[in-house]
């Protein structure tokens, strides 16, 4: 299993890569764990054996480590490859070390599955400098894959375009793609990628059950979990909590905001309008841990998720329903277990957020019924099915790798 992206921050593609590694071990699988060297003296646990690669730096911004498809990382990957028998190469990024990764693996013969976490990029907007940004992205992607994508997504802006067509390069070069979502491997399939498949992501194999909510006894309590960035969309998530709360009686809403990232300070400057008189609470967590996530998810009544097309199935969701938790969402291309147990937002915009809010907080009995709905639609993300469903992806890639070869 291979990652570009470091362990030390667990991101959703991070949350998934580990929990995956975990299952399979768990379940039988010898498990080889591909990630770039952390930078702290400590190395984060990962399950199974690990081979960390040392990255010449990060991208300021994004915090992606640089590491290039170079002859010699390829030449090391193929002895670590041989002295392994390694089998299958499981990767869930598309930058430098996972290109590297593809690339010995079809000289060896050796099928290729890969994890896509988004195909839906979402560049700042910069107006006239949206041209010169996607050539850079484009250069970017040379210094690390090794060569620029030779295909082009579907996007309306040229930096967006840029971005994801790194993204359909990488799923394009392996032999199975896995999608946690339908709307998102309807995507891939209209830009080309071919075996396209949907697995949901799971839940946690050490996972505490959560028990459905029986009644909402004083204010609502909503816990948002993400990175505080632009395409999370928690300022207009904010600003509708302000708006509805007021509407709403003193206290009628709590809400937790658990992250950190470019856009806290603005965040908590629309928190200064919140107060209990005014029919809201905001507090701010910054970074925890996945046992505190859980923690705050299990004493909430209800998770936000907020972003508008850029999310593909947000581990989020998973961490709700495990803690049998409803989601409040806005995006209704957002399907996996949200179709049967979230409650979806009148609109995406800071006005319809508001209405639903306080909608909901006036009449709570629908987040205690999606809260027991959450029992039967999470099973989709049980740990065993998604074992099973890994592993049939495994086989029709290796009859690919073997067409291939």
């Known amino acids: 299993m291979v990652c570009d992206y470091s362990l030390e921050y667990m991101g959703g593609a991070q949350s998934v890569f580990v929990d995956e590694a975990e299952l399979f071990g768990s379940s039988g699988d010898d498990v080889l764990v591909i990630a770039p060297r952390p930078r702290r003296l400590q190395p984060p646990p990962a399950p199974g054996s690990t081979v960390f690669i040392s990255a010449s730096g990060t991208i300021p911004g994004v915090g992606l480590p640089i590491i290039r498809n170079t002859r010699r990382l390829r030449a090391h990957l193929r002895r670590v490859f041989e002295e392994r028998r390694i089998e299958v190469v499981h990767v869930h990024s598309e930058f430098g070390l996972t290109a590297a990764a593809t690339v010995v693996a079809h000289d060896l013969g050796i099928p290729v599955v890969h994890t896509v976490h988004t195909f839906f990029w979402q560049g700042p907007h910069l107006g006239r400098l ?55 491997a309807v995507a891939l399939r209209e830009d080309g990628a071919k075996g396209v498949v949907v697995v949901p992501n799971p839940m946690r194999t050490a996972r505490t059950t959560g028990v459905p909510l029986r009644s909402v006894d004083g204010p609502l309590r909503i816990v948002w979990v993400g990175r505080i960035a632009r395409e999370k969309r928690v300022l207009e998530f904010l600003e509708a909590v302000v708006r509805a709360g007021g509407e709403l009686s003193p206290h009628a809403l709590d809400v937790t905001v658990v992250g950190e990232g470019p856009e806290l300070a603005a965040a908590r400057d629309i928190a200064r309008d919140a107060s209990p008189d005014r029919g809201c609470v905001i507090r701010f967590t910054g970074r925890v841990d996945r046992d505190e996530v859980e923690r705050l998810i299990g004493q909430s009544h209800l998770v936000a998720l907020t972003s508008f097309g850029f999310d593909n199935q947000p581990v989020v969701v998973v961490e709700a329903f495990a803690a049998a938790r409803s989601v409040f969402y806005v995006d209704p291309r957002l399907q996996e277990g949200l179709s049967e147990a979230g409650i979806l937002s009148e609109s995406p915009d800071v006005e319809g957020m508001a209405r639903t809010l306080i909608d909901v907080a006036r009449d709570p009995r629908i987040v205690v019924e999606r809260s027991a709905l959450t029992v039967p639609a999470s099973r989709q993300f049980l740990p065993e099915v998604h074992v099973q469903a890994v592993r049939d992806v495994w086989t029709s890639a290796a009859s690919a790798a073997t067409a291939r070869t």
């Open 130 to 184: 949206d041209r010169a940004a996607a050539a850079l992205v484009r250069g970017m992607a040379r210094m690390l894959r090794g060569e620029a994508p030779a295909v082009q997504a579907s996007a309306s802006r040229e930096l967006d375009r840029a971005l994801r067509s790194i993204t359909l390069a990488a799923a394009m070069s392996a032999d199975a793609v896995v999608s946690p979502s339908a709307h998102q």
